[in-house]
């Protein structure tokens, strides 16, 4: 787990102070304001994305779904151009058998979700065209760690939330 605490997004201008996060396995995280939560569709976030985490994802350690990972990307690529494009990655478990919904909730960009496994090979990803958001939905082992992935292919100051929820098995 990353015990370190660090800045919301670069552009994000509502970084204001620390709160614990209850949730097992997450670390705390800094909140923006209420109005600015308002004025949003995005669901509120139990943490929020520490930058950089482009090449050196955010350890989320064990989840416990629900739970809700927040966030943005300031810089999109398209045409196929990803060079110098924002990418947000995160590495998380789960204490048992899980079978997992992700939904990617996005405000401001048409972003991508990618799964990852262990070896940070592609296991699965949504890429639908629009402003619409991306959902996985798969079956996890116990404590093998995981990978998402999170692009933006085309807007600005794109901000998001990535939902985590238990479904059956």
Avoid: K
Avoid at 62 to 86: E, H, K, L, T
Wanted: net charge negative.
């Amino acid at each position: 787990m990353n015990p370190s605490l660090g800045r919301v997004g670069r552009s994000a201008p509502w970084i204001l102070g620390l709160i614990a996060v209850t949730a097992v396995g997450c670390p705390a995280a800094t909140s923006p304001p209420d109005e600015e939560l308002q004025s949003s569709s995005l669901p509120i976030a139990d943490v929020m994305e520490v930058e950089p985490n482009d090449l050196n994802p955010d350890d989320l350690g064990v989840i416990q779904p629900p739970w809700i990972v927040g966030g943005s990307s300031d810089r999109c690529g398209s045409d196929g151009d990803w060079a110098d494009s924002d990418m947000d990655e995160f590495l998380f478990s789960v204490g048992s058998p899980t079978a997992l919904s992700v939904v990617l909730h996005a405000e401001g960009g048409d972003l991508d979700l990618y799964l990852l496994d262990a070896q940070g090979t592609l296991v699965a990803e949504r890429q639908t065209p629009g402003l619409g958001g991306e959902e996985l939905r798969f079956s996890l082992d116990q404590e093998v760690p995981y990978g998402l992935r999170i692009r933006c292919w085309l807007g600005e100051q794109a901000r998001w939330a990535l939902e985590f929820t238990e479904m059956a098995l």
